[in-house]
Nanobody
Framework: QVQVVESGGGLVQPGGSLRLSCVPS??????????MGWYRQAPGKQREMVAFITSGGTSNYAESVKGRFAMSRDNAKNTVYLQMNSLKPEDTATYYC????????WGQGTQVTVSS
């Protein structure tokens, strides 16, 4: 059974940076062949796609985060990262990682709060 665990959230001032990490795990699990991504959900809003990365390492981003966020993967460490720079208050949300195996397996989420 595949599980996904996120980490790295926290409180940061506007203009600051955070790096989220996501680690999938499971028996006989070949992490490198699956696409992974991040969604976020702010209070009272629908969950929205933030970024995803293919098994080949190609990443795609929502327009709202292009140029500020960067997603990467380290197959040797079975980890994907979401580097978030120039954070804005509107980036405040719970960030969820998923792995497409296919069908999405979601993590529990990590809270990101951007506030002065």
């Amino acid at each position: 059974q595949v599980q996904v665990v996120e980490s790295g959230g926290g409180l940061v001032q506007p203009g600051g940076s955070l790096r989220l990490s996501c680690v999938p795990s499971g028996s006989r699990f070949s992490f490198s062949i699956y696409a992974m991504g991040w969604y976020r959900q702010a209070p009272g809003k629908q969950r929205e796609m933030v970024a995803f990365i293919t098994s080949g390492g190609t990443s795609n981003y929502a327009e709202s985060v292009k140029g500020r966020f960067a997603m990467s993967r380290d197959n040797a460490k079975n980890t994907v990262y979401l580097q978030m720079n120039s954070l804005k208050p509107e980036d405040t949300a719970t960030y969820y990682c998923y792995i497409s195996v296919p069908g999405f397996v979601w993590g529990q989420g990590t809270q990101v709060t951007v506030s002065s």
